[in-house]
């Protein structure tokens, strides 16, 4: 990945932050703390450490380093906003590839840039500054929020709403049908999926997850929430805001997920369970159908229950002869 020249006074201005050190070093690079050398930067989460860095970023409170510092409250963060600036991710350049095929009543707008074998189609609107990689497929009446990058082999089935600034990995699918069969005597029938799918601003999908349609009405995804590889997001489900849910879980019809909760990998929620917000799920927990989570101590285990209650019953176990 191609870096960016930049030098630590530069960092530290755009960082609104002091620094300790020569104004004109400038890092050929970044890594962790433990694996960094003289030329590369870094950062610490504490105020005593030891590396080899040519540049920690290190809380605002600390001893006297041998290394350039660059004192900022949140390091981890602030070296986030580094990396975006040291490693700015390639942008291609608006147009649409020759091989695509845009439907005559799409709407396009400005800068957009769409890539080869893209099928754009009937009435869908895609706003401005958009990237679509290779090989997606855009629905009829999809509306594509402004700046959203939709990586290779990404389908947004028809009338879905994806917001401003979104990412989609690749093998995202949104828009699918919900799992949703009637028994009719001997067999089972389609029960007819007629909902959407909204995602709100600044929402990013990790590669092959789905989100299904409503039945009725819309599955919703709030603002700034993130979804690791492989989750599944059933239909009527609504997930409120800035929420993180890591790889390989899945969510039954209508679940409610509160704003800022945080749910672990390989998490499995029964249909209608409620999630409050600010809730934390530990990895591989099962929640019940229709089960609440509280806001507070991390729940873990299946079924469910209090970090501290899960921990006994392990113990307990454990000195079972």
């Given at each position: 990945m191609m870096k960016r020249h930049m030098r630590i006074d530069e960092i530290a201005a755009r960082l609104g932050a002091p620094y300790e050190g020569p104004a004109d070093w400038?890092?050929?690079?970044?890594?962790?703390?433990?694996?960094?050398?003289p030329?590369?930067?870094?950062?610490?989460?504490?105020?005593?450490?030891?590396?080899?860095?040519?540049?920690?970023?290190?809380?605002l409170d600390g001893p006297a380093q041998p290394n350039t510092l660059i004192r900022?409250?949140?390091?981890r963060t602030a070296f986030a906003q580094v990396l975006t600036w040291l490693y700015p991710l390639p942008t291609p350049a608006p147009g649409i590839h020759p091989t695509a095929q845009i439907g005559a009543s799409a709407h396009l707008g400005?800068?957009?840039?769409?890539?080869?074998?893209?099928?754009?189609?009937?009435?869908?609107?895609?706003?401005?500054d958009a990237v679509i990689g290779p090989h997606c497929r855009i629905g009829a009446h999809v509306r594509l929020g402004a700046a959203a990058k939709l990586h290779s082999n990404v389908t947004l089935y028809h009338d879905v709403r994806i917001?401003?600034?979104?990412?989609?990995?690749?093998?995202v699918v949104v828009g699918a049908d919900g799992f949703g069969f009637v028994f009719a005597g001997d067999h089972y029938e389609k029960f007819p999926q007629v909902g959407t799918v909204e995602l709100g601003d600044d929402v990013e999908l990790g590669a092959n997850t789905c989100v299904d349609r409503a039945a009725l009405g819309v599955t919703r995804i709030g603002d700034g929430t993130k979804l690791d590889n492989m989750v599944h997001i059933a239909h009527n489900c609504q997930i409120g805001k800035h929420v993180v849910i890591a790889a390989q879980t899945g969510f039954a019809g209508g679940v409610t997920v509160g704003d800022y909760a945080v749910i672990g990998g390989q998490v499995g929620v029964g249909d209608r369970a409620r999630?409050?917000?600010?809730?934390?799920?530990?990895?591989?927990?099962?929640?019940?159908?229709?089960?609440v989570v509280r806001a507070g101590e991390p729940v873990w285990g299946t079924p469910a229950r209090p970090l501290?209650?899960?921990?006994r019953q392990l113990a307990s176990l454990g000195r079972l002869k």
């Open positions: 400038a890092p050929t690079g970044a890594a962790t703390l433990d694996e960094a050398g030329t590369e930067i870094a950062f610490s989460a504490t105020s005593a450490f030891t590396s080899q860095a040519g540049c920690v970023l290190a809380p900022v409250p949140q390091p400005e800068r957009v840039s769409i890539g080869p074998y893209t099928i754009v189609e009937a009435h869908a609107h895609i706003g401005d917001g401003q600034r979104a990412i989609l990995h690749s093998g999630i409050e917000s600010r809730a934390i799920i530990g990895s591989g927990a099962g929640i019940l159908s229709k089960k501290r209650q899960y921990l």
